[in-house]
């Protein structure tokens, strides 16, 4: 069974800096593209970023978070990870990684849990 | 950046109706969309992807259509447990977008 488990969320204050990860069981982690989307309090999905399978060598971020944000993998672990940096009130949601559709590129078949980051003084 | 724009933004019917949904894109994406459900609480899950493909354990009363900027999402005989917000998503341009959602609710 795919699992993927979140952990890294909490309270930061702007312009601070947080670290997401996403513990992936159940597939061949190394062999999948991942992708992080989120969700602010009473809104719609937004699309992160994401990051190729293998070495991850290719990233891709929404605009919101380039320069700001850093998605990366650990294959010996398992983990994807998600680095914010400079951290803004907006950044506030819901935060979910997601594993990427095999065979069938950038659909998200399968989800975690999702964990909240909430930016406030 | 492509837009997506989902209508309506809100419908509510009754068990045993037919539900529509639409999403349109702002720039051609071909068959490059996916549909997704998200219920309360939860994370979403994948209906539809390439247009028309129902994912895996997803009721045939969920069917996709559509190609290049116009795409709907059909709920044949809507159930109690349909009762949920609706996402349309395109893969064919980075970034990725979503729409901003469609919540559908049974009476």
């Known amino acids: 069974e795919v699992q993927l488990l979140q952990s890294g969320g909490g309270l930061v204050q702007p312009g601070g800096s947080l670290r997401l990860s996403c513990a992936a069981s159940g597939f061949s982690f190394s062999n999948y593209a991942m992708s992080w989307v989120r969700q602010a309090p009473g809104k719609g999905l937004e699309w992160v970023s994401a990051i190729s399978g293998g070495s991850g060598g290719s990233t891709y971020y929404a605009g919101s978070a380039k320069g700001r944000f850093t998605v990366s993998r650990d294959n010996s672990k398992n983990t994807l990870f998600l680095e914010m940096s400079s951290l803004r009130d907006e950044d506030t949601a819901v935060y979910y990684c997601?594993?990427?559709?095999?065979?069938?590129?950038?659909?998200?078949?399968?989800w975690g849990q999702g964990t909240l980051v909430t930016v406030s003084s | 950046e492509i837009v997506l724009t989902q209508s309506p933004v809100t419908q509510s019917l009754s068990p045993g109706d037919r539900a529509t949904l639409s999403c349109r894109a702002s720039q051609y994406v071909s068959s490059n969309l996916a549909w997704y459900q998200q219920k309360p609480g939860q994370a979403p899950r994948l209906l539809i992807y390439?247009?028309?493909m129902r994912a895996t354990g997803i009721p045939a009363r969920f069917s996709g259509s559509g190609s290049g900027t116009d795409f709907t999402l059909t709920i044949s005989s809507l159930e109690p447990e349909d009762s949920a917000v609706y996402y349309c998503q395109q893969r064919s341009i980075w970034p990725r977008t979503f729409g901003q959602g469609a919540k559908l609710e049974i009476k």
């Open positions: 390439d247009a028309s």
């Open positions: 997601a594993k990427w559709m095999e065979g069938h590129g950038d659909y998200l078949d399968h």
